[in-house]
């Protein structure tokens, strides 16, 4: 989930395209290739159903379900079925905060791989997350960690998994000024996986360095820091200056979103950011 961007409000789970391919379930012609683009857990799911228990003595959990009318946009052909569910569970109660959520997604052909029930071929699967955060407030700092382990299901014989963590930490120094800091890390890929995820690296595939049929198996992860300061103008008005740096290992390309990143590649930001709550 870490450094892998989102998914925009209202993208479907199935999305079909056509390519040339030798066989598909031992017929020859093209592949229909069915995908949930892009197939992240960071996402705003369209026609889902929701719930969101009370607060009971500062526990309660959240459950999600999507909507069966996502899949019907499949082929009659295809063997997939798309759907997503979550649960997450908090504890707040006085300094202490502690959460944990879990999401599964069937069918998603995270791998955007041909369809079928060939070996290499996408029959469905399962792909999972599960994200764990601790935080304690105490005088005027505020510090979380996270932790994020997945696992994709990119064809049907192999699976890429991948954890990450993140440090978070707020300072409110004195009146209206406080300094925030984080540093987030993914790791090196791992599993059989030939093919990628978005910018995670299938682990067992080549093409990540030189020689070219040099495996992905090490230097697929990478790091985020960042600082900023903030000063309050008001109790709604907030301006804020900072700094941030992402550095790819030597074959990682992940990138901020704005352009792309070589392999090994580091890019800085610098910003101003000016928040007011209505």
């Not at 093209?30 to 009971?56: D, E």
């Not at 792909?127 to 049907?156: C, H, P, Q, W």
Request: aromatic share 10%; charged share 15%; hydrophobic share 30%.
């Amino acid at each position: 989930m870490l450094l892998n961007g989102g998914s925009a409000s209202g993208t479907g789970n199935p999305v079909q395209t056509i390519v040339a391919s030798p066989t598909i379930g031992g017929t020859t012609g093209a592949a229909t290739v069915i995908t949930n683009n892009p197939g992240t857990f960071f996402r705003r799911q369209a026609s889902s159903l929701n719930y969101h228990s009370p607060n009971w003595g500062g526990f309660s959990f959240m459950a999600a379900y999507s909507a069966d009318n996502e899949s019907t946009g499949r082929p009659d052909a295809s063997l997939l079925d798309p759907r997503m569910y979550s649960i997450a569970g908090q504890f707040a109660t006085g300094p202490f905060y502690v959460g944990v959520g879990y999401e599964n997604h069937d069918d998603y052909n995270p791998g955007n791989v041909a369809q079928g029930s060939a070996a290499g071929q996408y029959g469905g699967g399962s792909d999972t997350n599960i994200t764990a955060v601790l935080g304690l407030r105490m005088g005027g700092f505020d510090v979380r960690a996270l932790y994020s382990k997945s696992e994709y299901e990119t064809t049907n014989t192999t699976a890429l998994d991948l954890d990450g963590f993140g440090l978070f930490a707020d300072w409110n120094i004195a009146g209206p000024h406080t300094l925030r800091a984080q540093y987030v890390q993914v790791g090196d890929s791992k599993g059989n996986s030939t093919v990628s995820v978005g910018s995670y690296k299938g682990p067992a595939g080549t093409g990540c360095g030189s020689p070219s049929t040099q495996s992905c198996a090490n230097g697929t992860g990478a790091d985020v820091m960042a600082i900023f300061y903030s000063y309050a103008i008001s109790k709604r008005t907030e301006v804020s200056v900072g700094y941030s740096a992402m550095s790819n290992d030597d074959r990682a390309t992940f990138s901020k979103g704005k352009t792309a990143s070589s392999a090994g590649g580091t890019q800085k930001t610098t910003g101003l950011v000016l928040r007011h709550r209505f």
